[in-house]
């Protein structure tokens, strides 16, 4: 049974996603005194009192402008919200009072025949829950005052109303996620959102050539072939010095927290630009992550008579230490090869997770000691002892020898690639750590 739909709606700047970090317990949602912070419409799980549900984060519902071209695009992912909930939460503004477009909303609402419950927000003293009364003019039998910033005791009373009917799930009927986490980043305007929503085949993720539209991180549940994964996209990373405080700098905090949270981050690049210092910086950031790493060429279809492997020689000749990274060619505008993102993705997955023997992994780095042992240091040499892989996820082996300061770069860089050349690590970072008698 799927879990019980909520969706938050209401004018902007009423607190709605100030409620949901309150419910949720942590900052989910962006929160700033400027309106039309939230765009797009923001699934998040929720629990109370052993009971779980979905919270559906929305942008605020405003008339049609000619001023602003999102208007219309926020205003339509709220629908979507509406549309797909069990229950509604229509936040009204407890301080500000009663507003005339408080009524289109809640004519809008009555018209969907669904349970509606109203919240007066921002309701801080007995004085403004007096005040509150004004609000049954909106014509709903349920009516609560809740403070969100500061987190009443009417908030545990909201929860206790909108989960009345959810069933408390037994230890036993509890599954572990098992699907695999994709996060969707880049630089701004490289065709991210547009991919998530070609994939999904519905206007998920507001689309505009405008960069920065996606403020928030979204997620979405897709099956490829029996295999569940979790897409989910983020705002465009720009340049630090690029970066404006506050929102933008949030939303770019999320993104880097989504590469930390995935299993597989895939780096949508914009072909026609190449690879760029950004996407570089970028893909760093997934490789200190310790995620797999797949980098996307979207905008395929612009390019004419390039072969991959060329393109794939430029990009090793520029951005060597990528070469571990899987490649795919792909178009979000055309459709072109975007299954290859979940074929790749299982595959990198495979490898993310792979555990080598302590038998065959002694062998290969033996092996390839005696083939070439590294030079002396003022006569001394490196003794290789022992060698195991501590975890997965990512691949991270423990390579115990006889003094640290006789290891040179280039020779880790030669043990690395002989790692590589015999158990693959295809689109996985691997970490290897030094360690001589009496490290811990």
Sequence with gaps: MKDKIIAVVGRPNVGKSTLIN??????????????????DRIYIDASWQGRNFVLIDTGGLMESSKDDAFIDNINSQADIAIE?????????????GLNPYDYDIANKLRQTKKEVIVVVNKVDSILEENNSSEFWA???ENLITVSALHGDVHVGDLLDIITKDIEVKDDEEKKEDSAIKIAIVGKPNAGKSSILNNLLNKNRAIVSPVSGTTRDSIDEEIIFEDEIFRLVDTAGIRKK????YGVEMFAVDRAIKAINDCDIALLVIDSAEGLSDQDKKIASI??????????????????????????EKEIEKEAPFLNYARKIYISAKTGQRLDNIFKAAKEVNVELNKRISTGLLNKVVNEAYSLNPPTSIKGKHLRIYYTTQAKSHPPTF??????????????????????????GFFGVPIVVSYRQKGDK
């Design 138 to 140: 909106l014509g709903f």
């Design 241 to 244: 010095s690029k970066v404006d």
């Design 286 to 311: 997934c490789e200190k992550a310790g995620v797999g790493l797949i980098l996307a060429f979207n905008k395929w279809d612009l390019i004419k008579n390039t072969q991959t492997q060329t393109f």
């Design 84 to 96: 797909e909930s069990d229950l509604i939460l229509f936040l009204v503004d407890g301080k500000s």
């Design 22 to 39: 309150r419910i949720a317990g942590k900052r989910l949602s962006i929160v700033d005194d400027k309106p039309n912070i939230t765009r």
């Design 398 to 423: 423990v390579i115990f020898i006889n003094n640290k300061d006789l290891i040179q770069d280039h020779y880790k860089r030669y043990l690395n690639k002989k790692l590589r050349e015999n158990f």
